[in-house]
Every structure is written in structure tokens, then in C-alpha cells.
């Protein structure tokens, strides 16, 4: 137990119980939700595990001191004072990143600044010399979080987001982020024991994301790095052992996932995202207007898709969202229809009753994560039936 420490998970807003249940079935200890992230316990190789393997978190960090502050000097002393020199290497490279709710700062940036003035000056004052700054590729990522007067100070021990799953090379103008489209699979109930579509495909991202989690695939395997691979506890042949222990887990799939767009681009860049996650005996991409689609199978689908809102692409919304219901209702019986839409008038001109509705955030747009369940018949015969 002695080994064991406290982190947070980040995640989005509205997805903190996924990622909560993503980290109690990896083994977490103490898993706690909170807004935007979940705390929770492990060691060194859990948090290359929760690296490696989380779905819907978008960093780890470590926590290593917190503090009060009441004014600019006492943040720069705390953090002048920490012994960064056990952390950093005198001659490496660091990062700092920050976020702030304050009235005695109100500039993540100046943060920014005034840390890494902090820990440069101490570093000069006791060697004479210091790290440089590198934003690209850091030894070192060093993460401040101010809540008024609370501070505390963690090292993100993922880097760039977890988002950037590392088999992304083609986007469309409005591509959705990894990390919300593994949530809303999630949302939706998809666990791979059944068909899948995405009828409106764009670059392909839910299409992969689906594979993963019904193959058990780690959601992070096709990255480069971690910033943990660079701290200079890392431990190389551990982080090997997690991997393998992962990708034993990966499992078979017997049904299909397809992807449909319309734009003969989109399906190109969705068929090579496709095989950059080494995923093409799993995915079929189509260039199919889904207005003029049908189900084509007998079995029951499964559909998750993110259809223009009409703020970055430019679409009749009325007409547009009509179209969607009259397909589903007219041409996909035996359905579990699910769609995420910021245009919340949209919802009104699909026609049909949604059985769910979540309330969701796509980067700062408030949306709508919708389910439509679509029969076989009617609803009231299929009420019948059950009863």
C-alpha cells in the first residue's frame, strides 16, 4: 500500500460516471467522481494502465503539493520553495499548463509565466544554470489548478491529451473529439454484441472507437508517447508488462460496423484513419447518402452518429432533421438510433419521440445526446408483444 498514491483522471463534463466505471474495472482504488474528473488510487503501473487503457479521460495527473494563496507572491514562493530539482533535470526540458478560477489571478497564462519564472529562478540560484522551456516534447509537464485560494500542483503524466489517440491523420471540417465519441458509445450501451452503424461517418472516428471497445483493444495502443516515459522513474520494462496484460484482454468480434458518408473525401480520410488503428478487417466504409439508405441486416443495429448542426457545415436544419426521422422511422426498423445535436430547435423537426435525452457539452456547445428506439412495426404492437 505504501506504493500506492492519490490522482485525478480529467475528463468532460457529463462523462465523470463513465470514466468513474472505466476506472473501478481496471482495479482503481478510492475512485471518487467529481466535476470534470474522477480521483482515484493506484501505483506507478496503474497509472500507465489508466494511460494506456481509459476511454473517456483526457489526462492523468499526479498530484504532488498543494497550498493556499492569498496574493502573486505567496504562488511564487510555494513554488519557487518545491524541489524541483528531484523532478526536473537541470539541463532538461519542462511544460507547465494551467487552469484557473480566481479573482487573484485572472489569467491563465500570467500563470503560466509566473510558475515557470518560479521554478527557473530556483533552479539558477542553486546551479547556476536551468531546464529550458519545450512545449512540444517536455521531460517534465507541470499541471496548476487554482479554485480561488486553493493551489495544487500535479505532473500530467499523459502529455498531450488522450484524445490524440495517434490514429488520426485525416479530418473533415468538423470532426468529433475521441474522447467524447468514446463516451457516447459508452452512453449508448455499445459493448460489441451486436451490428453497428454510423450512417454520417466523417473521418471515422466513432467507427474506430466502437471497434475498440468491441474488440477490448487499449484505447491509447496507437500513441507514440506518454509524458511518464520521459520522468526519470520511468520504468520501461513494467510499462512492457502493462501492455501485454492489455492487449491479452483483446477480444473477437463476430458482427459488423459500418460507416456511411455521402462526400467522397470523407470516405477516404475515414478509410485511412481506419487503417492507421489497424482496424480495416473490422470496418466497412461506404459512400452511401444515408437519406437513401436501409437497414441491411435482419438483426438488431445499433447506430451512434453526429450529424451537422449547421455551425460549421452549412444545412437546412429543419429539413435536414425532418429527413433523419422519416429515415430511421421509414427505412431502420429494429433500430437503437443515438445522435448528438447543439441545435436543440433541431430536435423538434425530427418527428420523433426521443426515449432518452442527456444533456451534454461538444466542446462549448450545450447539445443533446438523443435515443430513438425504432421498432419492428409499430410501438404499440411491439408494447403487445412484450407484454
Not at 28 to 39: F, I, N, Q
Amino acid at each position: 500500500m505504501e506504493n500506492n498514491y492519490t490522482m485525478i483522471a480529467k475528463s468532460l463534463y457529463g462523462f465523470e460516471q463513465e470514466l468513474a466505471k472505466e476506472l473501478r474495472h481496471l482495479g482503481a482504488m478510492d475512485v471518487k467522481p467529481g466535476v470534470r474528473h474522477v480521483s482515484f488510487v493506484g501505483d506507478k503501473g496503474f497509472m500507465y494502465k489508466a494511460n494506456l487503457s481509459l476511454r473517456t479521460a483526457i489526462s492523468i495527473l499526479k498530484p504532488i503539493f498543494d497550498f493556499k494563496i492569498f496574493n502573486e507572491e505567496d504562488f511564487y514562493k510555494a513554488i519557487y520553495n518545491y524541489p524541483w530539482e528531484n523532478l526536473i533535470d537541470k539541463n532538461g526540458t519542462f511544460a507547465v499548463e494551467s487552469t484557473v478560477n480566481s479573482e487573484i489571478f485572472t489569467h491563465s497564462r500570467y500563470v503560466v509565466f509566473r510558475a515557470k519564472d518560479a521554478i527557473v529562478d530556483r533552479f539558477r540560484d542553486k546551479f547556476e544554470t536551468r531546464p529550458n522551456i519545450d512545449t512540444d516534447n517536455p521531460d517534465c509537464v507541470v499541471n496548476v489548478h487554482i479554485d480561488r485560494s486553493d493551489c495544487a500542483i500535479a505532473l500530467n503524466s499523459s502529455g498531450e491529451p488522450l484524445f490524440k489517440r495517434g490514429y488520426k491523420s485525416a479530418t473533415n471540417i468538423a470532426p468529433i473529439n475521441e474522447v467524447l465519441a468514446a463516451g457516447l458509445l459508452m452512453k449508448s450501451g455499445w459493448d460489441g454484441q451486436c451490428d453497428f452503424l454510423d450512417p454520417m461517418c466523417g473521418s471515422g472516428t466513432l467507427l474506430i472507437e466502437a471497434a475498440m471497445i468491441a474488440c477490448r483493444i487499449p484505447a491509447n495502443i496507437n500513441r507514440e508517447k506518454f509524458a511518464f516515459q520521459k520522468w526519470q522513474d520511468f520504468d520501461e520494462d513494467l510499462f512492457a508488462i502493462i501492455t501485454e496484460s492489455a492487449l491479452k484482454k483483446v477480444r473477437s468480434f463476430n458482427f459488423t460496423i459500418k460507416g456511411y458518408d455521402k462526400a467522397p473525401s470523407a470516405v477516404e480520410k475515414a478509410q485511412t484513419n481506419v487503417e492507421n488503428a489497424n482496424l480495416s478487417e473490422f470496418i466497412k466504409v461506404e459512400r452511401q447518402d444515408f437519406f437513401e439508405s436501409f437497414k441491411t441486416t435482419e438483426r438488431h443495429l445499433h447506430m451512434v452518429f453526429n450529424p451537422p448542426y449547421g455551425v460549421r457545415l452549412d444545412i437546412d436544419i429543419p429539413k435536414f432533421y425532418a429527413k433523419i426521422g422519416d429515415t430511421l422511422k421509414q427505412n431502420y426498423p429494429g433500430t437503437s438510433a443515438w445522435f448528438i445535436v447543439a441545435d436543440l430547435e433541431a430536435i423538434k423537426h425530427v418527428g420523433l419521440r426521443p426515449s432518452r435525452k442527456i444533456k451534454l457539452y461538444n466542446a462549448k456547445l450545450e447539445s443533446r445526446f438523443l435515443q430513438y428506439e425504432i421498432y419492428e412495426g409499430s410501438k404499440k404492437a411491439k408494447k403487445n408483444i412484450d407484454s
